[in-house]
């Protein structure tokens, strides 16, 4: 969601193929409940949590690769 914010500032003058209702209050609502449940996360299952990022971290050399390797 924080996307469609950067987005709207960088390019305003790209089509809008949908429309965000309540913007910009709907996206910053959104972005908070998802760090609110994200650190809740960390703080009450921190072992399990750690694993999650690491799955998710290791995919950053492969994403990297495949970025470098369309140029």
């Known amino acids: ?14 089509p809008r193929p949908y429309k965000t209702w309540g913007y910009p209050l709907t996206p910053i609502i959104f972005m ?7 650190g809740t996360s960390l703080v009450s299952t921190f072992k399990e949590s750690m694993f999650g990022l690491i799955i998710i971290f290791l995919g950053v050399p492969a994403y990297i690769y495949w970025k470098k390797r369309k140029k």
């Open 32 to 38: 908070l409940a998802a760090l609110y449940i994200s």
């Open 1 to 14: 969601m924080g996307a469609v914010i950067v987005l709207r500032k960088k390019r305003p003058d790209l």
